[in-house]
């Protein structure tokens, strides 16, 4: 059974740190794009990040550009997203999502085939 399992949301003060990491299990996920969503009541799933399958290649959207890093390692099958410098308005649900045996990153979620339960991140002002 393929399973995404995220971790390491919590309460954070607005300036701090978090760092989420996805478990994945069930198959190899070293040749799958990974990506980071998070999504708020009310709202579409909004992508954060995303890492190709070597690491070489990240995409990130504008609005984490700088203050969020995407990695992941392979032989743990594990990504992680690291947030520095977090703001009120990252408060959200951040989703792992795997897109099965394709290498390039993309924001779209409707490409990525498997997704996390999901771990909620609060930042309080």
């Known amino acids: 059974q393929v399973q995404l399992v995220e971790s390491g949301g919590g309460l954070v003060q607005a300036g701090g740190s978090l760092r989420l990491s996805c478990a994945a299990s069930g198959r190899t996920f070293s040749s799958d794009a990974m990506g980071w969503f998070r999504q708020t009541p009310g709202k579409e799933r909004e992508f954060v990040a995303s890492i190709g399958w070597s690491a070489v290649v990240t995409l990130y959207a504008d609005s984490v550009k700088g203050r969020f890093t995407i990695s992941r390692d392979n032989a743990k099958n594990t990504v992680h997203l690291q947030m520095n410098s977090l703001k009120p308005e990252d408060a959200a649900v951040y989703y792992c999502?795997?897109?099965?045996?394709?290498?390039?990153?993309?924001?779209?979620?409707?490409?990525?085939?498997?997704w996390g339960q999901g771990t909620q991140v609060t930042v309080s002002s």
């Open positions: 999502a795997a897109r099965s045996g394709i290498t390039m990153v993309t924001m779209d979620p409707r490409r990525y085939d498997y």
